[in-house]
């Protein structure tokens, strides 16, 4: 079976850094994405790892260790803007089968707060 | 650039009527098309992934249908909803195994 797991809720402060783990168990891997969601929008996508080790984009990093199962996305001098959803998602193996799929985590809900 | 389309953004329809959400995708050719669902407080759930005109893939039974009668079109129906069905539903795209790109989203509140 295919299981993605991610903290509820997370709260951190203004000008903060926040690390949102994310564990996998999934039939093959083909990448990990991580969207962000705000309330009643649709996701908009943020990063993308196959690799083991890290991807910087500005003030979002996200890290990937395959042997482990495991991603973290790392938000830093968090913003008011940055209150969220954060999805975790993976693609599987065998693309085109089901397994190929992009399969989402429920999300960790991140409120920053002054 | 590619652009991806989804309509209505809000729907109420009674219980027992049809719905159909149509989702058209621009500026690529033989997107891979998905349809996913998220509840309130719940994560989205794939319901329909499509890799080409008439090939309909379904994640979970249900009383919804999808299909792809052009390439970059993607259509979720239903002979009749049910309360369950409630949601808000989102279409989206990806080439290969690239990262999916999602539409608007409808929010459809069945009554």
């Known amino acids: 079976g295919q299981n993605i797991d991610q903290p509820t809720e997370m709260t951190a402060t203004e000008g903060a850094i926040v690390q949102i783990n994310c564990t996998y168990q999934?039939?093959?891997?083909?990448?990990l994405f991580w969207y962000q969601q705000h309330a009643g929008e649709a996701p908009t996508f943020l990063s993308y790892?196959?690799?083991?080790g890290l991807e910087e984009k500005g003030r979002f990093s996200s890290f990937l260790s395959r042997s482990k199962g495991y991603s973290y996305l790392l938000l830093k001098e968090l913003q008011m803007k940055d209150s969220a959803s954060y999805l975790c998602a993976v693609r599987g193996g065998n693309y085109g089968g089901s397994q190929g799929n992009l399969i989402f985590g429920k999300g960790t809900k991140l409120s920053v707060k002054p | 650039s590619q652009t991806i389309h989804q309509w209505p953004a809000t729907l109420v329809q009674p219980v027992g009527s049809p719905l159909s959400l149509e989702c058209t995708v621009e500026?690529?050719?033989?997107?891979?098309l998905y349809w996913y669902r998220q509840a309130a407080g719940r994560g989205l759930q794939l319901l329909f992934y499509s890799v080409g005109i008439g090939q309909i893939s379904s994640e979970v039974p249900q009383n919804l249908s999808a299909s792809r009668p052009q390439d970059r079109q993607f259509i979720l129906s239903s002979k009749k909803l049910l309360l369950s069905d409630s949601g808000f539903y989102l279409c989206a795209w990806s080439a290969a195994n690239t990262e999916a790109f999602f539409g608007q989203g409808t929010r459809l509140t069945v009554v």
């Open positions: 790892n196959v690799l083991d």
């Open positions: 999934t039939s093959g891997f083909n990448g």
């Open positions: 500026g690529t050719s033989n997107p891979n």
